[in-house]
């Protein structure tokens, strides 16, 4: 739908921007996504988008969007997006290449995984500015000891499990994750099961493994992830844009 509120006559009409400008999440030179929404571009209606880079191995982490659906299309490079299906509750898998799409229906539990070196992933999605809830989140700020008495859990592992979670992950693993400490997955020996491809493309392959970044830079350095920890110390009013 266009943007009915937009007085196309105004000097301040915007019909064209460069994402490159607009940086949302920087874990390396290998690993960052830019944004474009409303916000950048006045003249968009209900479409938004995120232009993703990521290397072997590194995760769009698992997230939802409260307010749009997002489709997921791949420029180049191999991924596999990964979503829950809350009807049937089923984990779903789906490998995408060049010029194929896996979709994620709106406020549905999802992450990206790459496969390959300098995969480059378009996020479509129909919502003027789309809004995020990232798993990181609602682990670190969800106190220990609700975790642990809603599961019957270890209180005092579950706070040592989750203390390295101190900021909003985005892509992971995180920054100064050093393999063996908090896991270590490689090419050849994946702890993860071999999930079915549950497309409609052919795949020489039914399964994927996923390793750990071997660059671990020791902190995160872009700006806007703290600017939102004012927002983060709600959670009863948690909403995060892009």
């Known amino acids: 739908m266009a943007n009915q509120y937009m007085d196309y006559t105004s000097p301040s009409t915007q019909f064209t921007y460069d994402l490159r400008n607009n940086l949302f999440f920087k874990k390396d030179e290998w690993n960052y996504i830019d944004s ?10 209900n479409v938004s988008l995120l232009d993703i880079y990521l290397s072997f191995g590194n995760v769009v982490e698992p ?3 409260q307010n749009a659906s997002e489709l997921v299309y791949c420029i180049s490079g191999e991924a596999v997006v990964s979503i829950i299906n809350p009807f049937t509750n089923q984990l779903l898998n789906f490998t995408i290449r060049p010029a194929q799409v896996a979709n994620v229906p709106q406020g549905w539990w999802h992450y990206e995984i790459a496969n390959t070196d300098n ?3 378009l996020a479509i999605f129909d919502a003027p500015i789309p809004e995020v809830i990232f798993g990181s989140d609602i682990l670190r700020l969800t106190p220990p000891s609700i975790w642990a008495h809603t ?3 270890d209180e005092a592992k579950v706070r040592e499990t989750f ?10 693993p995180p920054r100064g ?5 908090q896991g270590n997955i490689n090419r ?3 702890p993860y099961p071999q999930y079915n491809y549950y497309g409609q493309f052919p795949s020489p392959h039914n399964d994927y493994d996923v390793a750990y970044s071997q660059h671990a830079p020791t902190s995160y350095g872009y700006p806007s992830v703290s600017s939102q920890e004012s927002v983060y110390q709600q959670p009863a009013a948690y909403q995060r844009h892009y």
Do not use: D
């Open 119 to 121: 995969t480059h992933l």
């Open 36 to 45: 474009l929404s409303i916000n950048q571009l006045n003249t968009l209606g």
């Open 163 to 172: 203390a390295p979670i101190t900021n909003t992950v985005v892509i992971g």
């Open 63 to 65: 997230h939802i969007h």
């Open 188 to 190: 050849t020996s994946s």
């Open 177 to 181: 994750c050093h393999p063996g400490v």
């Open 151 to 153: 599961y019957c859990l």
